[in-house]
C-alpha cells in the first residue's frame, strides 16, 4: 500500500487523517504493528512519520544490477 498526499495539498492534515485510518483499520483486523519504508532522501516524510508516532528503527540501501 501506498500513502502519498499531493504536494500542493499538503500540511493540511489529510496525511495524518489518512494513516490514522489505515491505523484504525489495521487494528480493526487484530494487526499490532506496522511496518512502513520511506527513501532515505525523502526527509520530509521522515518527519512526517515521526510526528505522528512512528520511530526510525533502521535505514537501509536498495542495491540493483543490470543484468541485460
Same mark, same amino acid.
Given at each position: 500500500m501506498a500513502v502519498v498526499v499531493d504536494q500542493s495539498v499538503r500540511k493540511n492534515g489529510i496525511g495524518k487523517q489518512l494513516m490514522r485510518?489505515? &491505523?484504525t483499520?489495521? /487494528?480493526s !483486523? &487484530?494487526?499490532d504493528r506496522v511496518v512502513l519504508h /520511506? !527513501?532515505?532522501?525523502r526527509e520530509d516524510a521522515r518527519r512526517?512519520?515521526?510526528r505522528i508516532g512512528y520511530k526510525l528503527t533502521a535505514t537501509s540501501?536498495?542495491?540493483?544490477k543490470c543484468l541485460a
Open positions: 485510518a489505515a &491505523g483499520w489495521a /487494528t !483486523r &487484530g494487526i /520511506t !527513501r532515505i532522501d512526517f512519520y515521526e540501501h536498495l542495491m540493483t
